[in-house]
């Protein structure tokens, strides 16, 4: 048999009794233990030089990898050490080469042999150590979800904020300690009821599943995101400031979205174009920079009722309140207050390799200033003029009534935007020379 140079073997939290014969033998002959303390606990009679994994994961398996050119290193891990464990890091440091893997099986397949539900079609969601900003966007599309929590995202917690968007409607089951003389599984038939819960072990598994799987709300949305604007809260007067949808199609076609897009709504408004671009890139993530404060409070509240909990509200001014933001994949410019040169030329700057910009003009001035602002690059937008009406019932008859046009532009950044730039600034300054001597 091949000796490999380390050895990771899963654990449930029965500890010992659970393992298979290979890998008790294979803890045996080990001359280094590594693992969390609770895993080493289970090992009391162990001799050799044990490695106690804390905060510093990285120093712990720096001292793995030097330990194993010596000695016969076993690493312990919980369940399946491949499945959001340790397992992968570790590959990445020693080498697969050099490895062996003898899992146990997973929390989740235990949890599910529990609840006595086939899990093949559940999806699996990790919010141990990650935020939980766009949960409720990614529960949208499925009937049935495993979540890891951890002591910060705990079941109550996640119940409280399913609820806060109104997602309630699920039937969930918490799995403790499971595999332990403590192991408890109950059920809640709300989240509501599960959020007034107060003692939950932190280890735990919650299980969801849809108390109506016709209510997956992915199934009512439109594949093209096309909603009136009566949909959205909005800020009076007139027809409310907000892009009308038929503008909003084209724009968010032109940004060319994909699900894992990071986004920025540069002018929100009422949030109806970071909202929808939410829909389509709903493993991503989206900034709606609004400066007005009465804007802030109503793409906030649009964000609750849309259920787009990947949406983040900036409230500032752009370019300044985009400073601290992820580069973005695509950018929608909906509002400039006076600063569109400006705006463009950060968002040039900060978009990624071939990430998309589009930009909406209403007016004369800021159609002008979009223009030179992509010209200034060098960069020669696609642009379309759109002149829209809506049909409107006048007594018995039907008469059409006009929208503002708007422009919409819209381009690519090139691949080296900087040189771009340097190379019409020479152009500009030559041009400017040779003008000065004409003159003379």
Known sequence: ??????????????????????????????????????????????????VIFKSDLVRAISEIVD?????????????????????????????????????????????????????????????HGRPMKGLVSKL?????????????NSPQVIANYLCQYQDSDWTAHVCENLGSRDEKVKK????????????????NILILERCNPSNILWRQEPTIPYREEEAFAKRMPKNGLITKREVRVLSLAAMQLRSNSVIWDIGAGSGSV??????????????????????????????????????????????????????????????????????????????????????????LDNVSEAYQAFRSYGIIPEVILLNISRGQKLANYLRYDALNPIHIFAATKPASISSLSKVLQNQTTSSDTARINDSH
């Open 1 to 50: 048999m091949t000796i490999h140079a380390v050895t990771v073997i899963g654990l449930g939290d029965d500890g010992c009794l659970g393992l298979s014969s290979r890998a008790a033998n294979v803890i045996a002959r080990a001359q280094v233990l590594a693992g969390g303390e609770r895993h080493l606990a289970f090992f009391p009679q162990f001799e050799g030089k044990r």
């Open 67 to 127: 330990l194993s050119h010596e000695h016969t290193v076993c690493v312990l891990a919980s369940g399946d050490p491949l499945f959001y464990g340790i397992g992968n890091m570790i590959a990445k440091k020693i080498g697969k080469e050099y490895l062996e893997f003898i899992p146990s099986p997973t929390s989740i397949q235990l949890a599910f042999s529990r609840v006595k539900e086939k899990w093949d079609d559940a999806t699996i969601i990790s919010l």
């Open 140 to 152: 949208q599309r499925v009937q049935k979800a495993a979540l890891l929590t951890d002591n910060k």
């Open 188 to 203: 809640y038939g709300n989240l509501r009821e599960l959020a007034e819960q107060r003692e939950i072990s932190d280890l």
């Open 274 to 363: 970071a909202i929808e671009a939410a829909k389509v890139a709903w493993e991503g993530e989206v900034f709606a920079i609004e400066v007005d404060p009465e804007g802030v409070e109503i793409c906030r509240e649009n964000i609750l009722s849309h259920r787009t909990d990947h949406v983040e509200v900036i409230a500032g001014r752009a370019p300044e309140a985009l400073l601290d933001l992820k580069d973005p994949d695509a950018v929608f410019v909906g509002g400039s207050k006076g600063s569109m040169g400006e705006i463009i030329d950060c968002v040039l700057k900060r978009l990624k390799p071939d990430g998309r910009i589009v930009v909406n003009a209403v007016t």
